[in-house]
């Protein structure tokens, strides 16, 4: 029985680790998704000229609330290359507003702008919950030239999107603003590769019939700032034991 037992864990460690790693690459998936439409706009010619020379009219046009929605957009923003806030907008409807946003991301936009030579992507927490962020350097279509400022975009994960991550991942997982680590966790020995969430390390907890997972989310300032959390059901492990107690009938009847 113990050489089945140990078989079975192994097997349900892994499917964990693979549990986790799929909750793991949808947020990476995700911020794939932003980084590649950040990246677009930064080198797009236009915006290198209004990065230059602001014209209000046409980043009104191009980068106006109207134009946030369609985008899949919670905020954009483009800085000059003197750090100068050239324009910003947000989606009022999903419930914070530009003169709110502004103060909280201070932190954040400061080291945004430290940091706009190439494209990156974090979790910025404000208060309505944490939202993906991604930056690129402005500059010209072909690569040449001086960077010439910032674009800045933000996706909130708000409930619709997590709904659609959990589609996504067939995985019952939990996104939570709060760091708070439920007591009888310990560090899984394996963790994932870094990514956009976090340094890939997780803590787990069990009974006999689930594990809880539990990941830690971290800013793009390193700092803690939410939770994922996923429940996994001990069905390999069930599936044993319910194999071993057939075996043992089986030999005790023909014994």
């Known amino acids: 029985k113990r050489s089945v037992d140990e ?32 990246t677009d706009w930064a080198v797009w010619n236009e915006m290198y000229r209004y990065a230059l020379k602001p014209n209000p009219e046409w980043a009104e046009e191009i980068i106006g609330k109207d134009s946030l929605a369609p985008a899949d957009l919670t905020m954009a923003m483009i800085f000059a290359k003197d ?26 936009l400061q080291h945004v702008k430290s940091d706009m030579q190439k494209t990156r992507c974090g979790i910025v927490r404000v208060d309505i919950g944490l939202m993906l962020t991604c930056w690129a350097g402005i500059v010209q279509g072909d690569g040449s030239g001086e960077v010439a400022g910032a674009v800045v975009m933000g996706r909130l994960f708000d409930a619709s999107r997590e709904k659609r991550l959990r589609e ?62 996923l429940d996994v059901p001990r069905k390999i492990h069930q599936q044993g034991l319910l194999l071993y107690q057939q075996v043992r009938q089986q030999l005790l009847l023909t014994v």
Not at 29 to 38: D, E, I, N
Not at 84 to 101: C, W
């Open 7 to 38: 078989s079975y864990d192994a097997h349900e460690r892994a499917d964990l680790v693979a549990s986790m790693g799929r909750v793991e690459q949808s947020f990476e998936s995700s911020a794939a998704s932003l980084r590649t439409l950040t």
């Open 83 to 108: 750090g100068r806030l050239l324009i910003a907008n947000t989606i009022e409807a999903q419930g914070i507003s530009l003169a709110s946003l502004l103060p909280q991301m201070g932190d954040y």
């Open 168 to 229: 996504q991942t067939k995985l019952p997982f939990m996104l939570s603003a709060r760091y708070d680590m439920p007591p009888g966790f310990k560090a899984w020995p394996e963790p994932l590769p870094a990514g956009v969430m976090g340094t890939g390390e997780f803590s787990a907890s069990f009974d006999a019939g689930n594990y809880r997972l539990a990941y830690p989310v971290q800013d793009i300032l390193g700092e803690k700032v939410g939770l994922i959390t």
